[in-house]
């Protein structure tokens, strides 16, 4: 059994390290490239979304180097997430690939089940280690990256809080037991908490609402996180890896107050569930609207159907609590050119807001 999955910012990190310490050989799939998009596109229905077009590149590539076990995860509501490993197993199928596919469906449950599956002379103690490693990964992860995110405005030297996060990831990658992980953990927030900043400095405070993959993964947002660093934001993502899994997996009570709050937000303009993030879009836009963030920029795959219509609904949401909010639609055709001008329009413009009611 060599396993792979498919690339979704640093999820790969610890799903290498869960894999690895389960005693299975571990395939990555290249970093995602143009080619990795060319394959999706030629093999994947016309309307299927961005996601689903790059998984299914990552899955030909890791095929092509020799893979033979699929890990990706199923889905419930009208999202089409939950018909992706059908429909990319039969396309994999007919281009000639022989593997196994493991569908891991959002349930604590379902994955324990799974976990002993995929485990290779391992007991109960060991496999209990390999996922508390690579959970403690993602929240390390996490953590530094919500920190470079507010520090990457503020900096005195442009790119030392960047050059802090890759190496400590690099190093949380090689890390193989949960006492050198936190010591990595550590080190790095400590450099970070080292890094020389301006004085005087406010910068503006943007968050970005919407679906998960294009959120999280740079490849496919322009690298907005550090893209808005630079141009003077602070970042602020409603939504990391660290969050689903506390919040759909282990349901931790911390979390199912905030979806009860959130969808109580979200009610007087969208009372049901339309699947994804669409109801947490329009609440986190109400939230941050009260809390005078600058901005909001919404961010999905193009034809999501659950963030389109939160699309369609922000405008009213941002015209009630007065913020600004920027909705950018990914898909193949998106550009770096084309994404930059947007969003450089769109923070003048909250600038010149910032301005405006100072004045006033």
Known sequence: ?????????????????????????????????????????????ETACLPFKVNLGNFIEALEQGANTIVTCGGVGPCR????????????????????????EPDLVDIIKQLHRVAFKRN???????????????????????????????EVSVGESDFIWRQTVDVIDATENLSTLRTAWHKGES???????????????IG??????????????????????????????TMYLSDYINGHLFRKREYLKKFKYLADLAHPYLGHYVGGHGIKSIAHTIDMGQENYDGI????????MPEIVAKNILPKVSNDVDIPVLSLAFDE????????????????????????????
């Not at 920029?297 to 999501?304: A, D, E, K, N, V």
């Open 81 to 104: 997430l939950g018909y992706y490993a059908e429909i990319q197993q039969g396309i994999l199928k007919n281009l000639g690939f022989n593997f196994d596919m493991m569908v891991v």
């Open 124 to 154: 109960f103690w060991e496999v209990y280690l390999a996922f508390r490693l690579a959970l403690a990964k993602i929240h390390a992860m996490d953590s530094i990256q919500r920190k470079v995110n507010m520090i990457r405005p503020r």
């Open 1 to 45: 059994m060599i396993i792979t999955f498919p690339h979704m910012g640093d999820m790969s990190i610890a799903l290498k390290a869960l894999f690895t310490g389960l005693g299975r050989q571990v395939v990555l799939p290249p970093p995602i490239s143009k080619r990795t998009l060319e394959l999706g596109i030629k093999y994947s229905p």
């Open 297 to 304: 920029i919404h961010m999905f795959p193009f034809t999501c």
């Open 191 to 205: 450099e970070l908490d080292g890094v020389k900043l301006k004085s005087g400095v406010r910068p503006l405070r």
């Open 333 to 360: 055709q998106s550009g770096e050119a084309g994404i930059v001008t947007r969003l450089e329009a769109f923070i003048d413009l909250l600038r010149y807001r910032r301005v405006k009611h100072h004045l006033a």
């Open 208 to 237: 970005v609402v919407g679906e998960i993959y294009v959120m999280l993964e740079p490849s496919i947002n322009q690298n907005l996180d550090w893209r808005l660093g630079n141009m003077g934001v602070e970042v602020y993502k």
